[in-house]
């Protein structure tokens, strides 16, 4: 029998330098660990175990062996290039290919003819491109592709769904994360043709190519962009190069650059200064679509929208019991198709967002609208100031200042006009970078306007499943940063996570209610 066995929680800590928390989802939740195993290993009393998906390396080999062996003490391979193991009546054996570096001689052609039916196999869902398609689309493929399937139609094989760059399209996320890479590759590139040592430079680009891992390029089975702390590591590498780059090149102060980052055809302001960088999104609502801490090469702001998937009708019809939730081996259960549900009622906390997550979005709400119906996506949004359009009319030193002349629901069905003006100030300092934001409303017509304004933040300081290394301060109470918590009033909101080394400080003049919860996706 053979089983995943990836290194173990110390070992991620040890070696790869992942905090506790991380290190324990990646090594017990996304992977199997080598004391797992072994239990597995122990209980199934194999003709021999064989431990793959793992590092067969000098370092860690024994440490994985070691773990394995605490509940397991029968034959055991750890798996490697070109092993082989010879499996009859005799017993098993384990032998090593010896193959020559030769190439082998082509084989001569072929007659064409008709393909072999027999020879099909299924083709996983990823293959498929089935994870790629837009929501709406993605059903519609998976009934024809099944329907295809189940008739034996020849056709099914040809079927492939989307293509990879389409989560570009699907995710904002992935699309930033993307350019940023290459927007980090432009600048290893310049720094290189200015006669930056090559000693300095193999180091930048070592973090550039860790920037570049595929995982969270993608959405899949096994999550891609949706892992947090898979989403912040391949971002800490890209705030490490892009960072060392800037240094190369001089960078002392706060530098304002108008470009499309995100390549869709309208310019953004990226801001770059020693102790940070944010990108903000004019044509959207004037959000902060990034905004990188590069003294501890953090991505405050790396959080994913709220989105339909097409796998949520799957969590529905669980919950409902449209669908009979089946464990791993019972039968032969691809684990594509596998349906389980470890939270029931789950799918009553599938809320959407209606606008991208990005940070300082002005929303103007009902008198009376509560946090609840805040989180849960259900409030009525008043004003157009979210996604709507606001134009640069400052951009020099450090300060951006962006405004919007749009419009407000009353009660009678009217619009009544406002405007709302917001002012960035960036602070150059590089260990305690500083962002102010001021937010001005002003009613520019006659109507009196009551309603509720509210500034959103979406910050991730790596605080789900009850992370002690992250936490809040508010009104001198501490609490975990995951929690939901609501104040009336308040002029200081503190939130950080020791074991990244960074704190948020907010200030918010005058006073203010302050409501915070997980963004659960």
């Known amino acids: 029998i053979r089983d995943r066995c990836y290194l173990s929680v110390q070992q991620f800590i040890d070696l790869k330098h992942y905090d506790p928390e991380r290190a324990r989802i990646v090594a017990t939740k996304v992977h199997t660990p080598p004391q797992a195993c072994g239990k597995i290993f122990a209980k199934l009393e194999p003709g021999i175990a064989v431990a793959y998906h793992t590092f067969n390396d000098f370092n860690v080999a024994p440490g994985i062996i070691a773990g394995i062996r605490e509940s397991y003490d029968g034959p055991l391979t750890l798996a490697d290039d070109m092993l082989v193991w010879n499996i009859n009546e005799k017993g098993i054996r384990v032998r090593r290919v010896i193959a020559t570096d030769e190439p082998l001689p082509a084989s001569p052609p072929q007659p064409a003819g008709p393909p072999d039916r027999s020879e099909r196999t299924a083709r996983s869902k990823w293959l498929d491109g089935e994870w790629s398609l837009p929501v709406q689309a993605r059903r519609e493929f998976v009934s024809l592709h099944h329907a295809a399937v189940e008739r034996g139609a020849p056709e099914a094989r040809w079927m492939r769904g989307g293509f990879w760059r389409q989560f570009q399209v699907n995710y904002r996320e992935i699309n930033d994360l993307h350019k940023q890479m290459l927007r980090t ?280 499943g009850g992370n002690p290394s992250a936490w809040y301060k508010v009104n001198g109470e501490t609490g975990g940063f995951d929690q939901r918590k609501i104040v009336d009033s308040t002029d200081h909101v503190a939130l950080g996570n020791d074991y990244i080394g960074i704190e948020l400080e907010s200030r918010p003049t005058p006073v203010a209610a302050a409501w915070w919860w997980s963004i659960e996706t």
């Open 185 to 464: 590759s432009r600048a290893v590139e310049a720094a290189a043709d200015g006669g930056l040592d090559e000693a300095a430079l193999a180091g930048i680009r070592d973090h550039l190519y860790q920037g570049q891992s595929n995982d969270c390029y993608w959405h899949g089975l096994f999550g891609g962009i949706y892992i947090s702390h898979m989403r912040l590591a391949t971002l800490e590498h890209l705030i490490a190069a892009e960072d060392a780059a800037d240094r190369a090149g001089g960078l002392s102060d706060v530098r304002i650059q108008t470009a499309d980052l995100d390549v869709d055809g309208f310019d953004e302001l990226l801001v770059s200064a020693p102790g940070q960088v944010v990108a903000l999104k004019p044509n959207e609502g004037g959000g902060i679509g990034s905004w990188d801490a590069r003294a501890s090469r953090h991505a405050l702001t790396s959080v994913m929208r709220r989105r339909e998937e097409a796998y949520h009708d799957t969590l529905r019809e669980a919950d409902s019991g449209e669908v009979e939730q089946q464990e791993a081996g019972e039968g032969a259960v691809s684990i594509h198709d596998l349906v389980k549900v470890n939270e029931p009622g789950i799918s009553q906390r599938l809320w959407y967002d209606a606008y991208e997550r990005r940070s300082g979005l002005v929303h103007i709400m009902p008198v009376g609208t509560t946090a609840e119906a805040f989180e849960q996506a259900s409030f009525e949004e008043l004003g157009d100031f979210v996604a709507g359009e606001f134009e640069v009319t400052q951009a020099e030193g450090d300060t951006v200042v962006l405004e919007r002349d749009g419009g407000v629901l009353q009660p009678n069905g009217s619009r009544a006009p406002l405007r709302v003006r917001k002012e960035h100030v960036f602070g150059s300092d590089r260990r305690v970078p500083t962002l102010d934001l001021g937010v001005t409303v002003t009613n520019t017509g006659d109507q009196p306007v009551e309603a509720l304004l509210g500034v959103e933040f979406s910050l991730n300081m790596l605080g789900g």
